[in-house]
Antibody, heavy 121, light 111 residues
Framework: QLQLQESGPGLVKPSETLSLTCTVSGGSIRSSSYYWGWIRQPPGKGLEYIGSIYYSGSTYYNPSLKSRVTISVDTSKNQFSLKLSSMTAADTAVYYC?????????????WGQGTMVTVSS | QSALTQPPSASGSPGQSVTISCTGTSSDVGGYNYVSWYQQHPGKAPKLIIYEVSKRPSGVPDRFSGSKSGNTASLTVSGLQAEDEADYYCSSYGGSNNSGVFGTGTKVTVL
């Protein structure tokens, strides 16, 4: 069955750029017609949508993060990635990658386990 | 992009029902039938339990049901069980420039 796994640094310095990768196994990003997304959750707080990408490369971002976010896809590696620039303490969170349906209206039906990212000098 | 409003907490005894509300606007909850609900146990990733207002993914018990009226969506958990104690989040599509917005979350306690 389809599984997603996040990877990346657990600690990022303020003002630096966070880079995370989500590796998809049990299925091909290229042969599917799904969107793939990123969601984050600060400690003790709620979920926040970051953005989504289609296998073709079309992207949709949360307007409040749009100026700092880039999501990309590498179908040859069956991965998609998140870059978030100008990190501050407010960006400290668990970052999840997830599979969406065939449109950005769809729910996230398969999630990775999440990776904790702390912003600190 | 404002979060959808949920009550912070809800509770019920085993076997009882609990209903959680999720209030948005005509630009999100009220404008589309793309409301979903997620269950999250401590330290775990969220799990999809309701999509498109009232549909259940395969494997989700029919004790979980969803509905919508105007700008407010609701999740009802019937026949509460101990394992239903978790945080619950709603989410809605909010248009092409606001694809995803989550609710503030509700902690359900089984007394």
């Amino acid at each position: 069955q389809l599984q997603l796994q996040e990877s990346g640094p657990g600690l990022v310095k303020p003002s630096e750029t966070l880079s995370l990768t989500c590796t998809v196994s049990g299925g091909s990003i290229r042969s599917s017609s799904y969107y793939w997304g990123w969601i984050r959750q600060p400690p003790g707080k709620g979920l926040e949508y970051i953005g989504s990408i289609y296998y073709s490369g079309s992207t949709y971002y949360n307007p409040s993060l749009k100026s700092r976010v880039t999501i990309s896809v590498d179908t040859s590696k069956n991965q998609f990635s998140l870059k978030l620039s100008s990190m501050t303490a407010a960006d400290t969170a668990v970052y999840y990658c997830a599979k969406q349906g065939s449109t950005t209206r769809a729910a996230f039906d398969i999630w990775g386990q999440g990776t904790m990212v702390t912003v600190s000098s | 992009q404002s979060a959808l409003t949920q009550p912070p907490s809800a509770s019920g005894s085993p076997g009882q029902s609990v209903t959680i509300s999720c209030t948005g606007t005509s630009s999100d909850v009220g404008g589309y039938n793309y409301v979903s609900w997620y269950q999250q146990h401590p330290g775990k990733a969220p799990k999809l339990i309701i999509y498109e207002v009232s549909k259940r993914p395969s494997g989700v018990p029919d004790r979980f049901s969803g509905s919508k009226s105007g700008n407010t969506a609701s999740l009802t958990v019937s026949g509460l069980q101990a394992e239903d104690e978790a945080d619950y989040y709603c989410s809605s599509y909010g248009g092409s420039n606001n694809s995803g917005v989550f609710g503030t979350g509700t902690k359900v306690t089984v007394l």
